[in-house]
Each structure stands twice: as structure tokens, then as C-alpha cells.
């Protein structure tokens, strides 16, 4: 184990990645370099700098990459509609791969030959940090402490932290936070603990980012949505960064009691997780999304992105964010994305987000003269359709043709 | 024209179809079968007898395809989680087929050669109705009164009904119903009019079937839904047959406020085109259907069914319900859900359909002791996923390791 | 029909669209433009320009689009080892979207209101011309002479020829040619007539660019093929351009032997048809394509080709060329090929593409050191697979004890 | 490791799994019971039952599981049509999941709670082995020494054996056989050593069960194949079990040089490799099966087949024939197969197979009336297509217009 020299830890200052810290110190004989990211969980970094410095650590990184993290990583996933089974946002998905990529340029930058990371072994996140780490450097050593050392109970964890001078806050000692929680602008996530039961009700006061349906206000709130090339530049007419937008959009969804999910998971590592998750802003953008394109994309296109979504969302909750299929398909999906350009109108209410009108000034495909009911120029003849029906339907008659003669 | 000796006609006794009945009459001298449907659409049905028997028709059939409709049609297209674009649960499209199916029944019983409807030549269900007709009867002759003659507008449509004494609605006079609609079991449907400007919202008074969001109970309502092989079985624990769940669930959604959409789609015949749909039950059956997949279908199957979905729900879209390729679909995920059993609890309030719990006493996949975070008995081991992770990512480091010999 | 001013039509110079000269100029008393194209299909052009200007034909095109119609359609459609059905290589379907463009260009140049084709109404090239022409100018009228006239019978095209003094050579006197045949750098197509059962064998005179097996040479070639981007480059180390390439194979396959295909194929327009091809080029590029692809090409890249494949040869049959689907996944797989480069050595003989060898001195992904038997430098530690394939068989066991609890 | 009872070793009889029997005796202490399969890898199995006697063994299996061999596995794989990567026939992928079935029932009839087998840690079969172990029974514990032991080079293995009174072959001696094999029903491989090189032409000496092209038969010959629900039930006219077709194919196939393959591959375990193939019969039967369904298969069920092919094709190359996703699929594949009757004309010659005739007395959907040129009864009105063009084209029609309105 004595070959490390130099390990990059993702490092949030939290009670689990300072035994980390110390435990990495302690078993590896190596320096440790921390990296802490603002990736907009909303909390204070400046603590983690400190309690890095009391452990000796020379080289602390604290980067805010909410742009980034927003304009590179939540937006192009947001153009291809992403859903994973159905339901899940990907909130916590798309955030590893940026924080994989932030550890190695250190690694590059510090001359460190390892990277480090809290996860567990049996989530996905350990998965895709460390596939965007190999994928992006592929000889780095990584450390996973959770699969290595034997402090897998909360308990000798506790132990070490005490008999290591690792301050352990109240909370901890008496049985710590009820969830794993992971946090940054695009959700929240809670799993664990009363959780664990899938027939049970999550409780009210576990939610954190967003109102209840009941307790938002009773009145619906309207809202504009303008789009550029498939991603919001402007709220309300008033043009915003990618990260800014996301966050305003969170205010309002938290506000209006939007974007809250429970739901059983299946982990690439292959078993089924029950997870709640809180995803205000994502939740509108979702839909809205899928708003503009209905006017602005073409049919087949459409489809096509549909039928290669699942296999989207499957590659990022897998952690192939830096796969080369990945990339690929967000070729194709960017591309998609030129024309998809015009504003949504929300409204607001109690946990709905519901679409009450859309337009493009230069994009819309939509041609009422073509899909009213009255005669019209002559754009559309009705006639054409009697061809179109025959010559679909022939396979069929022949078939069925062939069906009766067996009879 | 005069080769048509009897057709069968999908007659809902109102003014259009009225006056195709006496334009068949008229334009191809032969004799009429009139066939009215209960699909759950709430109208009465008996009147439609009443008027065919004005117009002389001998052979009227008037049937209750309630329950066929939702066991034979809905609850299938449930089991596949189908919804096209994103957002629509395809109401009127899977009543087609049936309708389509009861006229060929209707045609091969009473000698007919050919059958009628009244859907015009832009929109999907001539497609819908048609294809099915053919499928099942390859010879049939298909008479679609609005892409041959020349009643193409309201004007002449009402001229031509006072000209044959046809009686026509006030409401008809005044310039009819604001919306084309379509209603069953499942849904019902607005087209047209005011909707015909995608950017402008839905009027209030237009939906039918759901009171707003705002106007629903401020109590939320809870909802035990149990599952045998996919389908719902029970309610609160109490048996239904499938016609029965749908209305109890359309009740329910349209008292909290559940299932409205309003969409511009992507029709077969090429052109976009707005829509309003209500369908609560729908909302409801589609939310809690995933849930119980969640815990009781295995990781794989449950994506090759979200990456089959799209091209399934496509298939229902364009008419196809009775191609070969819709039924071998239908063979797979039939399969796939003989062990899809156990009970959802939702909650219902004010527009949102939230699952807050589900489990199976028989099925349930989900195995508390594997996914939590303490040490285990050895179930998984979490050292595994180190080597899981190396194999995975080990194309991604070879290219890497030839990008980085290339620099 | 008067509404028409000018008409740009794909003459071959041929009886069929002669005949269609003459009539489009009697049926619609409009100016004819004609258009010749050379797309290797081996046949003099310049008579086409002199049957042109006997009909006063005032604006005659004659173009060479050889290298444009492999350099921009051929190859790009091979970088995604296109295959329709399994079988057959597309040969009419990629030249026909040229052709249609050429039409609209010249339509657009010499003011134009419309264009004509001689494809008859049963097939799938109408289609192509169409949809292409359409796609590039919407407005464009189309003329079909086939479902428009009455000369379905050959006897009545070869009276209307006699009739307006258009030459009829012998062999159409005496019955025709056997065969329905198209030509060009890609393939020769034979159908109709001997092959309308599909039972029986294609006579062995049919065949025009290949010799068979049999009577290929005893002795096996080498043939050395360099890719750049996923295009062939260079054939036995001489840099050629595209249509150069596909010429030398074109010689290479035909003279051993190889390329020719019978098969029942699915149209577009609903019915099976059986058709024979020669494609001796094509065949050969398929073999190389797929070997060069095996060791520069990401595995999940690959297969995610492989995945799109039937689909954008589907695409490519049925005429979307113009498509923005088709574009779409054009984009995703040009960008695939950017690592396409190497070089692959092939064995002709008697029919066979045997593949002896591939290397890539800059992309290769191939890693000897990896793939062997013997220890090696650690690259890759065989204990890994215990996890890799232990968290793969997790949702299984679960399963697997679910069932066995059950029993 | 002492907590192995008794173990379940696929045992050969070569030199390899002679070293892992008295290995397992050795390091697990624990009883050792051999099943060694016939599956026409056409080798002598008897001297497998006497070297395991001179081991001590207890519990032998021999079985010849040829008929369930090509019956469950091969059959049902080949109604897809299933090639991975495009050229790959499966034969070693598809025998494993019956050895890991046998191994899984004789655990159970032993009262053993392991199974052995010899496969490497960088290969698939032990994926294969195990993934199909795992679904079976989920408790086994699998013992895979090559990622156990420290036998890792060929000069240990010798050590290991002569030290242990294994008797080892002069060819081991000699440096063993030049590559790694595997044979049976399907197929035989060749990897490893000079195949290494990809850039290499695999030596003639090498191929084992086909002449080469060059010097198969000068004359041609015919076959005719007959299929019944998709699989093949008679050859020239003889009915066969289904592993008398497969070994009577291999016989013509091998005779005439058929079935040779030399292709770079990619692992599921994440590396490339070369492998050589001969598949006489496999290539064979792929080319009469797609013959056999172009005129019995319905186009859009064949389209659907061809997309899911690659999946089905992967699940059985990475080992997930026992998993709920393949079944899923199989049920599907094995649904479309019912009108898969009828009969195939091949000719086989130096390394051809060509398909030159096929029919069906009672499922072709072939119709010749419609699909040839000349005015017919009815069935096929030329002038539908029109329709069908104009509606295939509208949203391409719209896009284009409105692209002309932003230039």
C-alpha cells in the first residue's frame, strides 16, 4: 500500500471524508491534496479549508463550479429530455462526473498519483467516480476507502473519528442525520434509515428544499420560459446563466411545493434502492423542454431522441458520462437541438407544472391552416390520405388475405 | 359507387354522422347498418337508435363495450408504462381498434361489404380505423365521407342537413361546440377553435371531466391500488372488474383535480396539432403501474420495456393495434408481467398523483439488507465492486492510454 | 394540368422516359428540361442528348456526378455498415436522393415549376425522387407519368412510342429486356420477369458485372485497403479518389466472383418484391469496413451502431435521405469514424472477402498485452472478474431466491 | 476455503482441468464430483471417466447432451438471426449456458454446494459459466482457480503436473497445441498465439474442420432446407433431430469451405481479441433462415427483429442466457416463428452459400400480382402512392417552408 505518494480527496468536510482524510494519512503514508466543490448544495466551503489545514493538508482546492456544473452537465442532459425508469432526474448522477474530472486535473496539477472519494461499495457513486477517473487518466490509483477499511459500521467509524481528535458533531453521536443525503443545484437526495421500508410514507420533515402542495401558496403563479438551442436563456424575460436560471427555477418550484419524487431505484450495482428526491428546478425544465420541442422539432427527430433516451439516462446513471458512446449520442442529441429555439408559459400551482402555452417566432413547425378542420388552400388534400392508409395497410391485406385462404 | 351494396356505419347519432348516413344512402344507394358503441363516453346511446330507425335503417346494433374495452384494450396498453411524446396517454387511439374490430364483427354478421366513419382526412383516426379494418378484413370497401365528398365546411355540412331534414342542435346553428372532442372510459379530447393558437392557454370552461387544481378538495385522499400480472384488481381493497377500476379512478382524478394535458402533437398524417386531454384514471393507473414495477421487475426487463415503449406507444398512435409486430410486442411485455403483483398506496390531492408507498408480499425484488449501509451477512461484499468497476472501465483506459501516446 | 410551365425530367434517353418526354409535352404543353446523370452505370450519355434535342428539348443536362455520388453518398452510408434486411446493400436507394437533388437544382436554375421521373407507382424509387424533391422544395410539383397515364401495359407504351415516331429498338419489339435493371457505381439491380418466382433460380446469363465463382480465377488475390475517417483512402497502397476506389473494387470483386445476391426484399410501398443484385465494390467495402471498425472502435460505440444500423438503413430504402432524422444519425456516426484509420489486407476469391489481417499504427485499440494468457505487467488482474461478474449476477441471485422461497 | 463440501468441476480430461481437479482435492480438501458433456466437440470421453477414477472420484457425469444442445439453445438463437458485431455466430457463447444448466442440476442431484471450471479470469466463458450459475442457484459458491491460483503461466501448470503425477502430452511439452480451442456442434475456435499479431493471416494448417475454398469441391451442390415454425426439420428431404441438421450441415459445410471466420472481437470483460472461427453449418443456417423468413415474416415484425437482434446477440455473447431479459426476448423471437414455414434452395461452393429459391405452400406472403408491372385486378391502385408520398412528406414539406421563409 506504500506506493501512493500523493492522493487527491474529494472532500466535503463532513465527518466521513475527515476519517477519510486521516485514515488515508494514517494508512497510505501519503500527502493528501483536498478538493472541495460548491456544486450549489448551499453550504459554507470555508470550514472544510479549515479542518483540512488542522490535518496538515498543503494543497486545498475549493472551486466553485456551479456554471460549469449547470452550463456543461445539467443542460445538455436536460436537451434529451432524461428521465431514468420513468421518474428519476439524475440529480446526484450528473454531478459525479464533473467532480471526477475536477479530481484528476488536480492529480495533473499536484502531481498526485491517486485519487480518493467517500463512497460506499454498494452505491453507484463510487461507480461513477471512478469510471470517469480511469477514463480520463487511465494509470491513476484510486482509493476507496469504504471497500477497504474495516470501519463499515457507524460505530467504528465513530471510534476512529474519537480516538483521532476528528471532532464528531451531536448529530453523529446520536445516531447522525436519519438519511444519506447528497445535495447540489439541480436536487436533493434522501435514502436510508426510515426509508429502508418501501411501503412506508417518507416523513414531512425530511423534505428540505421544498414546500409541501399543501403548504404552497393558493395562488398559481405564471411563468416564461425562453429557449436557445434547446436551453434556457431567460426567465420572465430577463436573461440568466445557466446556473442562475437553475437556481431561480429551484426558488420558485421549492416555493410552489414542485419537484418532489419517492420512489424504488434498480443500482447499477444491482440491487433495488428506495430513494426521495427533490428536484424543484429540473422538474420545470423537464417539462418545459419537452414543451418547446413539440412545437419546434420535427416528428422523427422527436422519436428518434425518445427511442435513445433510456439508453442516455442508463449511461449517466451508470457513470459513462467520459465513455465515448456517451459522447456520441450527445453528438447526435446537440444537433437536434439547433433549431429548438422559442418561449413556455408555466403555471405554478401546489406541485403542478402544467404548460399553458408555447411559441417560436422563427422555429414553429406548427401550421394551423394545415391541422384545421376547414377546407383550405389546398396546402393539405384530403384525398392523399386514402393512398396513405392503402398502402400502409397492404402488408396487412396481404396477410390477412393469406389468413382466411388457411382457414 | 353503386358497388357498395351495405355498409356499416360508426354512428354516434349526432349531426355529423347523421348526415353521412343519409349521404351513403343518397350517394351509393345501399343499405345502411348502423353500429353505436359505449366506450364509457357518458352520452346516452338510445337516442342514436331512435334516429337511425327515422332514417329507415333495419340492422341497428348498439353495444356495451365498456368492459372488453378496458380489460382487452386499456390494461394491456397500461402494462407497457405507453405514453407517446412524453406526455399523452393515447385515449382516443386505443378505442380505435376496437371500434374498428365491432365493425368488421358487425359487417361479417349482416353480409356487409363495406364500412363508414366519420373521422376527416387530417387526422389520425381514418389511420386508426382503417388499418384495423383492413387487417381484419382485407377485402373490406372503406367509404370516408370527408375526403370524398364536398361538405368540406360547417356552412355546407348545415345546409345540407336542412336540406334532408336532418335536425340540427343550437348549439350546431350557433357554430357548434368550441372544440372537436372525443370521449371514453379513458379520456376526453379537445381539438380546435381556441386551441388552434399553441401559444394562447386553455379557457377554463373548456374541460369537463376534472375540476381545476384550485377547485379541488384541500384534504388530500389516499388510495390503496392492488395488482394481479400488471393489471389493477382492487381499489381499497376492494374487487373490480377493469371497467369498473377506470370509472372509480376517473372519479377519484377528476375530484382531486388529476390528468389534464395540454400538448401540441405530432399526428401520423405529418402536421402538428394541439390537444387537451383529461384523462384522470389514466394518470393515476400510469404513476402507480411504475411503482409496482419498481419492486417487482427485474432491472433489465424493466429497460429493454422502456426502450421497446416508444415504438410500442408509436404503433397505438398510428393504428397499428392490429399489425403483426404490435401483438409480438404485446407477447413480450404480456410475459413480463406475471409477477407483477403486490399494492401501491397513492395520494391524491390537488392535481397530484404521489406514490408514497408500494410492496409485494409475493414479488417484491427489493432486499433491505443488500442495499443498506451497515455490514450484512455477507450478501455482497463490497470489495466486489472494485473489480466490477476495473473490467468496466478498462476500454475506456486502453483508449485513453493510446489518446495519451498520441499526444 | 395546364398549371405547369416547365418540367425538369431524369432522362435516361431510354424508350420509358421517352415516352414520357413526348407525352409530358402533349399532356402538358409545357417545356420539358431534361437531365442525364452519369453515375458509373457504364452506359453512353451523349445519345440521350440527341434523342433530347430531336423532341426541341431547348435545355439539356448532362452531368458527371461519379465522384460526388460516392464521396457523399456511398461512403458516408458505408461508414454505418448499412444493410438492409439483413442483406441487401442499398445499391438504388443511395443513387436516388442525388438524383433528386440534381432535379431541384435544375428546377431552381431554370426556373422550373416541377419535375418528372419514370418510376412506376408500384415501387419504392417514386418514393425516394419524391420525398427528396419535396424535402428540398416544398413547393415543387411532382409529375408521375406511371400513376398518371394509361399506358400501364407495355403493349400500349410500345403503340404511344410507334404512334409519336419514338424509336423502339428491337429488343423491346421482341419482348424487352428480361429484366427491370437500374446501374450505377454501386450495383446493377435485376428484377421482374424470370424472378417473379421466387422460387425459382436466376438464370445464369442474367448477370452482367460478375463473372460466377465458377468461372472466377483458381488463383486468390490479396487486396491491401487504407482507411482515413472511416473512407477507404487507398487500395494496394495507390491513393485513389471515392469513385476511383469503388471503380477498382467494382473490377476487383467482379472478376473473382463476388457481390451477387438473391433475395426477397420488403418495400416501402407494402409488398415483397425479389430482386437480384451484383454489388462486387459494395461487398468487399462491407467486409473491410466492419474489420478496420474491430480494432479502432470503442465496443459500446460499435454496438451502439449496430443498434442504429437497421434503422438508418431503413431510412436510406425508404427515402428519407433529406430526412432530419437521417442527418441526425449521420451526424452520430461521422463522428464515430474520426479514429477509423488503419489499414485491412483481404484474400479475393471465387466469391470470398476473406479478411486476413487489420492493423491501425495510430488507433489501434487492440492490446496484445491484455487479451493474452500469460501474466503480464498487471495491466489487468484476473481477480477483478470475481467482482465484475458477482455485482453482474446480483439481481439475478435476488431473484433466484425470491422464486426459490416461493416454492 | 475450507468450507467447500463437495464440488461440481466441468472436466475435459485435458491436462487443464486435470490440474484444477487435484488442485481443488488439494487446496479445498473437499470432495470432487466430474461432469464432462458430449456437445460434438467430436472427442473420445470415455479416457474423461477413467483419468477422473485415477483422481478418486466418486460422482462422474458423462452426458451427451447433443440433441438438447442444438435443440434449446442453438435453434431458438438462430430464429433470430443472431450475429454479434456483425460476424460472430455465437458457437462458443451458446454451449455455455447449457454446461453451467448440467453443472447446476448435478450440484443439486450430489447434494454439492460448488461448481469449477476451467476458465480464465480474461475470458467470457467464465462470465458465462457464472452468471448462468448465479441465476440457477443462487447460493452456489463458484470456485474459479484460474483467479485463485498461482498456476498463471504454462511452465507453472507443467510444474504443478508433473510434481502431481498428472500425465502431460509431449505437445504440452512442446509448448502445447499453438492455440486455444473450443469445439462443439456449432462451431470450433482458434485464439492465441499466432493470432496475437491481428495484423497476421491466420496459418492453413490452423482450420481444423473445413477445406480450404481452394481446395473444396470443383462442382457445386444443391440442398434444400425445410423449416417448421423457424427451425429446420428436414434437408433434402429427410427428416432429422435437430442435432442430426447441425451435424449433417457441418458435414456439407465443411466439405465445400464454408464457414471460416477471422475477426477481432470485443469482450465483455473489456478488451479486444482475435479470434478464428469455423461454423460450417451455423453459416448455413443463418443464410437460410433469412431466406426462409423474407417471404414468410411480415415486414415491420422482421424490422423488429433486426433491431433487437444486437441486444439478444450481446445478452448471449456476455452470459445472460438464464436472465429474465433474454427469455423476455426469446418469447417474443420464438412468437414471430409460427408462420416461419416453408423450404430454402442453397448452393454450396468453395465458400459460398447461396440462396438461389424459396418458398412456403402455406405462409408466403409473396404476391406476385402485386408486385409486378403490368395492370393487374385491382389489388394495387398506383395512384394511392401519391397519397402516401405527399403525406410522408408534409412535415418535411413544412420545414422546408419555413427554412425558405428564414433565408
Known sequence: MSDVKKVVLAYSGGLDTSVILKWLQDTYQCEVVTFTADLGQGEELEPAREKAKKFGVKEIYIDDLREEFVRDFVF???RANTVYEGEYLLGTSIARPLIAKRLIDIANETGADAISHGATGKGNDQVRFELGAYALKPGV????????????????LLAYAEQHGIPVEMKHKQGGSPYSM??????ISYEGRHLENPAAEAEEDMWRWTVSPEKAPDAAEYLDVEYERGDIVALNGKRLKAHEVLAEL???????GIGRLDLVENRYVGMKSRGCYETPGGTIMLKAHRAIESITLDREVAHLKDDLMPRYASLIYNG???????????TLID??????????????YKGNVIVVGRDSKTDSLFDSTIA?????????????????????????RIAANLHNKKK
Open 76 to 78: 445538455p442532459m436536460f
Open 141 to 156: 490509483k484510486v482509493i476507496a476507502p469504504w471497500r477497504e477499511w474495516d470501519l463499515l459500521s457507524r460505530e467504528k
Open 182 to 187: 447528497d445535495a447540489n443545484l439541480l436536487h
Open 250 to 256: 429551484n426558488r420558485l418550484g421549492g416555493k410552489h
Open 320 to 330: 459513462y458520462w467520459w465513455s465515448p458512446e456517451r459522447i456520441a449520442v450527445q
Open 335 to 348: 444537433h437536434t437541438q439547433l433549431n429548438v429555439n422559442g418561449w413556455v408559459r408555466l403555471k405554478l
Open 372 to 396: 384545421t378542420f376547414e377546407d383550405d388552400a389546398g396546402a393539405y388534400d384530403q384525398k392523399d390520405a386514402g393512398g396513405f392508409i392503402k398502402l400502409n395497410a397492404l402488408r396487412m
